[in-house]
């Protein structure tokens, strides 16, 4: 069977999570590609517009995959972390899609909740009926998959840690920073300036206590933690136009940055956003740095 | 030996010439009608003003239009706005520490210690707290942009605006003057309005005084005193308040001399200027790319996401 995963949401966070659970089981799996102009266009289209741009795309994404494959993975994550809670519009992508894209597409319904997959797969597993062996390995290859991913994160950043550029460091939610299509080029720009451009995915975290309980917002605290210890030039928080959970993150993010002095912007994302106004925010804060530096 | 600085806005360019010991010898401010005509008539205008001549040592553009104008003008130096103003600030006001700067359709605060940018803010999603919306309900009004400030601070009642969205701010307005309010009382409350929605960038972190405001808003009496009742605090509008960012710019080309400056002279009416623009057909992103042309060769070319066809 042929199973689409849309390059979305999720899909950042752990792109061979999923991709190496379906190849296990002998699926054929269908990644749409990184968001483009017509994935963007139906986003908007198919999209309902109280959600942020990085929600619209996974119908986007599902619109590109609706002709392509028998079934389309849709995941209801509810939580990374016993406690903890992920956007409650997530909760929604499977059910909404559902009704945007009627009986004729179909999906493969998964659910996460405190972090568990294990759970979900067996019953992924079953409905496409693997035998119980070839299960179980492909839940822990799966699972090994993306172990080795963060591990990989990890050794990038410490390999950008030692690097003689001036670091600045980007945060927001993986499916915001990685998705370049939607952000910009954002991470590119950075780069061609001469930036060393880390993403706060891939800061290991320092344990902290804190009452967030959003996953993005405890996490993103305690890689801070972390990251604001080496000699960081500056932060950029990327947020997506609508997002509320960013709302709730990013006076935390600003006052934390704020006690490092350390020079912090903010930026907000729409599928209308304009070049040239990123480009001038961008080229200011990066020329700011270097004042501060020679200053 | 002289350095031109020239700021491209959405709503007016600014041209102002410097010495070599950073004297302002003049400056310019020309309503944008077009970048190629206005940047053409602006540099002869300039030119003919200049009683005295100019030896261009070096040219720095800034503003939303100077990533094109650089190509049109040949500078040696592109800066962002907000370091611009900065800048140029800095050389009458030394000691600022928040620049308040209300533009055509941008609105900016940056935040200085020690003659070190340590902030900005920029609006974000929409233009609405900018100078373009009171134009263009002057326009509406039929009263001159430039007698708006006078007219406001002449009100009799204090008349309140919603400011979150100009096109409700509009509604509003008109429908206060329906009720009977005089035109002073309601322009009085635009402007309150206008600057309260500005302000509300800065929901934390403004440090203590001295503050400027600038931009060509600044002339505007109405919002200046709006400004000084909302922050509680005096506002300094430095001198050539309105080209500021120009006079930024020509510090910048000065501080970063070219060996050899890269200025097509003031004389542009010379070359033939056009745009063209096509759609890139090589993959599904079609994107839109925007040359200029020069005597039929392109000479910048920009709107390629992928990047390839950006020169």
Known sequence: ?295 | MHYLGVDVGSVSVKFALIDEKKNVVDTLYMRNHGVIPTVKKGLADFQAQLSNGAKVSGVGVTGSGAGFSKVLIGADVHKTEILAHAIGTLHFVPKVSVIFEIGGEDSKVIFLRDGIITGFEMNRICSGGAGAFLDSLAGRLDIPISEVGRLALHRENEVNIASRCTVFATTDAIHKLNTGYKLEDVLMGVCNGLVRNYLAMLYRKVSPPPYTFQGATSKNVALKHALEQQLGAEVIVPPHAPCLGAIGAAILALENPPQQTQFKGFELAKFDYHISSFVCPDCENHCEITQIMQSGEPIASNGSRCGKLNF
């Open chain 1, 1 to 295: 069977m042929k199973i689409g995963i849309p390059r979305s949401l999720y899909y950042y966070k752990h792109p061979r999570l999923w991709t190496t659970f379906f190849s296990q089981l002998d699926q054929e799996v269908v990644l749409s590609p990184p968001t483009n102009r017509p994935i963007l266009e139906a986003a908007v289209r198919y999209g309902e517009d109280e959600s942020c741009l990085a929600v619209k795309l996974v119908f986007g994404h599902i619109w590109y995959l609706a002709d392509k494959c028998d079934e389309i993975f849709a995941p209801a994550y509810y939580g990374l972390e016993p406690d903890r809670h992920s956007c409650p519009k997530f909760l929604g992508v499977p059910d909404i899609s559902k009704s945007i894209f009627g009986p004729d597409v179909r999906f493969l319904r998964c659910e996460v909740d405190d972090g568990m997959f294990e759970p979900g797969m067996l019953e992924l597993g079953r409905a496409l009926s693997a035998n119980g062996r070839t299960l179980q390995r492909a839940v822990s290859e799966a699972l090994m998959a993306r172990k080795r991913y963060k591990q990989e994160l990890h050794e990038g950043y410490r390999r950008q840690l030692s690097s003689e550029k001036a670091k600045i460091v980007v945060v927001g939610h993986h499916y915001v920073i990685h998705d370049s299509y939607a952000n910009l080029s954002l991470l590119a720009k950075l780069e061609e300036r001469g930036m060393e451009a880390i993403t706060i995915d891939s800061v290991p975290f320092t344990p902290i206590e804190s009452f967030l309980r959003w996953d993005f917002a405890f996490e993103t605290m305690a890689q801070l933690e972390e990251v604001l210890n080496h000699d960081i030039a500056g932060v950029i928080v990327l947020s997506n136009f609508n997002c509320g959970v960013d709302a709730i993150t990013v006076p935390f993010v600003e006052d934390k940055v704020e006690q490092y002095d350390i020079p912090c912007m903010h930026l907000i994302l729409d599928e209308h956003t304009g070049e040239a106004g990123l480009i001038t925010r961008v080229d200011t804060f990066v020329d700011t740095m270097k004042m501060r530096r020679v200053g």
